[in-house]
């Protein structure tokens, strides 16, 4: 992990949806903003003018597999000084998942994308279930995950944001109505946590819990409820049964690694 603070001139983003920015702002072109979109914003301040360069490669649905196949050559051979790498947890999600395969894949793509050049950082998962029911039969291969991902970041040249332990991610209001995807406050908080990783001084405590909100009544939970069902879960579960992804066809929002301001 940096123990100093390091400037960045380029930054590579890689993952699945997380990365991509679902369900934060929309931006004049149509795509989420999303907290890596935040990250280079603040790292591009730091740099002169036109010199900081941002690619995001990420793209909602894909697998570990997909990640390593479609996305790791293309980010190890833009040779960026910074790299975030977060994936495997839609692996996880299906029933069935090789955790040996995700771990490899994930370890081979850390350690190519290191040998590049770049600081890279990794992510925890957050815990869902604190958050949502039914959930608890993902926890042993999240945990899992989560010690291989902190192992790895012991190395020189790694660093790690662990949602996890962030008390933050346990509230409704940092996800979007999905229940699957950050809210615009989710991925500022995950913005920040990255800054903090890479050395840069902490604007605000991301971890810590927000305000208390007023409890909603049965019927309100109800009718929230019903519409996650029908609008989010039912869909999803389409996906799932018919082999299709949010992502299938979708190029990256920023596949090239070019001047950002």
Not at 171 to 181: G, I, K, S
Request: include cysteine; charge should be positive; charged fraction near 25%.
């Amino acid at each position: 992990m940096p123990t100093t603070p390091r400037s960045y001139a380029s930054y590579v983003a890689v993952g699945d949806s997380f990365t991509e920015g679902m369900c934060d702002e929309l931006l004049p072109d149509g795509h989420y903003q999303g907290w890596a979109d935040r990250v280079a914003s603040a790292l591009a301040a730091e740099t002169p003018a036109g010199g900081f360069r941002y690619a995001n490669l990420a793209v909602r649905g894909k697998l570990i597999g997909q990640i390593h196949d479609e996305q790791l050559a293309p980010a190890a051979g833009m040779g960026a000084e910074l790299v975030t790498l977060a994936g495997g947890l839609n692996d996880v999600l299906r029933p069935g998942c090789d955790l040996q395969r995700v771990e490899r894949l994930l370890g081979h793509c850390a350690a190519e994308l290191s040998a590049a050049g770049a600081t890279v950082v990794l992510f925890t998962s957050t815990d869902p279930t604190r958050r949502l029911a039914g959930s608890a039969r993902l926890l042993p291969a999240i945990l899992r995950m989560k010690s291989f991902v902190q192992e790895l970041g012991r190395q020189d040249g790694f660093a790690v944001v662990d949602l996890f332990s962030a008390p933050c991610f346990d509230d409704r209001r940092l996800w979007a109505e999905d229940r699957l995807h950050l809210s615009p406050e989710g991925h500022r908080r995950v913005a920040a946590g990255v800054l903090e990783a890479l050395g840069r001084p902490a604007g605000f405590d991301w971890r810590a819990p927000l305000p208390p909100a007023a409890p909603a009544g049965r019927g309100e939970k109800l009718r929230s409820d019903a519409r996650w069902l029908r609008t989010h879960l039912g869909p999803w579960l389409g996906r799932r049964l018919t082999g299709r992804s949010s992502g299938d066809g979708r190029p990256p929002k920023r596949a090239e690694l070019l001047p950002y301001s």
